[in-house]
T-cell receptor, first 117, second 108 residues
Framework: DTAVSQTPKYLVTQMGNDKSIKCEQN?????MYWYKQDSKKFLKIMFS???????INETVPNRFSPKSPDKAHLNLHINSLELGDSAVYFC????????????????FGPGTRLLVL | RKEVEQDPGPFNVPEGATVAFNCTYS??????FFWYRQDCRKEPKLLMS???SGNEDGRFTAQLNRASQYISLLIRDSKLSDSATYLC?????????FGAGTQVVVTP
């Protein structure tokens, strides 16, 4: 049983296209996240949703739009893809949102490898 | 200055040996600390949380030094399967900040 799943696993596309990545978790968690891992291997948070409500919105171009239809799903839509968007995008979930100073274990999906040509 | 800094390695370790490495963090208000493990082309997975008093999980020992703002991970009796990148993760103002990882390669 996959706890956090993402589709697609690989995405190769042309600059300027619009694409979506889907994420689903079957852990019953309230909070979901999108992270970007670039070529230097840094994992950076992009967005966090708690029970379908946007909680964290980092300095991410507004070409990136997350959507959470329910608390088990968090999708990421990217408009007008650019070369610099090439990275691995990880979805994650945790039982509850971490408040300041208190963090819950996060469970990651397998990642979506995006290559923009 | 990066919020979380790690020596990228690689640390080449003979099987059965002990390896230890640190990570420094910049936010003195951080309260939660973790080590995650990431295998090549895989997702990060929690290895262990790090508690103030230090904690052990089998062959893995984690320590926290708040005064100097670093955490450490020690792996005893290294196995080939311990080869991975170890990510230091620190809470900073309600968000997890990840280090770029320390690569460990255990050799036969």
């Amino acid at each position: 049983d996959t706890a956090v799943s993402q589709t697609p696993k690989y995405l190769v596309t042309q600059m300027g296209n619009d694409k979506s990545i889907k994420c689903e978790q079957n852990l019953g968690h309230d909070t979901m996240y999108w992270y970007k891992q670039d070529s230097k291997k840094f994992l950076k948070i992009m967005f966090s949703y708690n029970n379908k409500e946007l909680i964290i919105n980092e300095t991410v171009p507004n070409r990136f739009s997350p959507k959470s239809p329910d608390k088990a799903h968090l999708n990421l839509h990217i408009n007008s893809l650019e070369l610099g968007d090439s990275a691995v995008y990880f979805c994650a979930s945790s039982q509850r949102i971490g408040g300041r100073g208190v963090q819950e274990t996060q469970y990651f999906g397998p990642g979506t490898r995006l290559l923009v040509l | 200055r990066k919020e979380v800094e790690q020596d990228p390695g690689p640390f080449n370790v003979p099987e059965g040996a002990t390896v230890a490495f640190n990570c420094t963090y910049s936010n003195s208000a951080s309260q939660s600390f973790f080590w995650y493990r990431q295998d090549c082309r895989k997702e990060p997975k929690l290895l262990m949380s790090v508690y103030s008093s230090g904690n052990e999980d089998g062959r893995f020992t984690a320590q926290l030094n708040r005064a100097s703002q670093y955490i450490s991970l020690l792996i005893r009796d290294s196995k080939l399967s311990d080869s991975a990148t170890y990510l230091c993760v620190v809470d900073s103002w309600g968000k997890l900040q990840f280090g770029a990882g320390t690569q460990v390669v255990v050799t036969p």
